[in-house]
Nanobody, 125 residues
């Protein structure tokens, strides 16, 4: 297991940008599949973006072209660059880790991930 701590959330106007970070513990960080999920108040959690063990990425259609996921193994840090933010992007954002790449089609399914951060709030007005 790894411990994950997110940061970088905040309040921003529509059209603005934020960059979320997620720092992980442990020396197996580079061997993990990592992802960002979000949960708007009163709604289900949804996958936003994932990066596999070999660096391949998957971006949800709802944020494609606006959000980018990246991972710096040397710093044990996962990033989510969010541009052109919309009020619909308002949510608690969580990073998550899996010890292996989920099966094809399941990379943005939260049940595939076993370690979770505490979340960071993003509010777009």
């Amino acid at each position: 297991h790894v411990q994950l701590v997110e940061s970088g959330g905040g309040s921003v106007q529509a059209g603005g940008s934020l960059k979320l970070s997620c720092v992980g513990s442990g020396n197996r960080y580079s061997m993990l599949c990592m992802a960002w999920f979000r949960q708007p108040a009163g709604k289900e959690r949804e996958g936003v973006a994932a990066i596999g063990m070999r660096g391949e990425t998957k971006i949800a259609d709802s944020v494609k072209g606006r959000f980018t996921i990246a991972k710096d193994n040397a710093k044990n840090t996962l990033y989510l660059q969010m541009n052109s933010l919309k009020p619909a992007d308002t949510a608690m954002y969580y990073c998550a880790a899996a010890p292996f790449d989920p099966p094809t089609g399941y990379v943005l399914v939260d049940d595939e991930y076993i370690d979770w951060g505490q979340g960071t709030q993003v509010t777009v007005s």
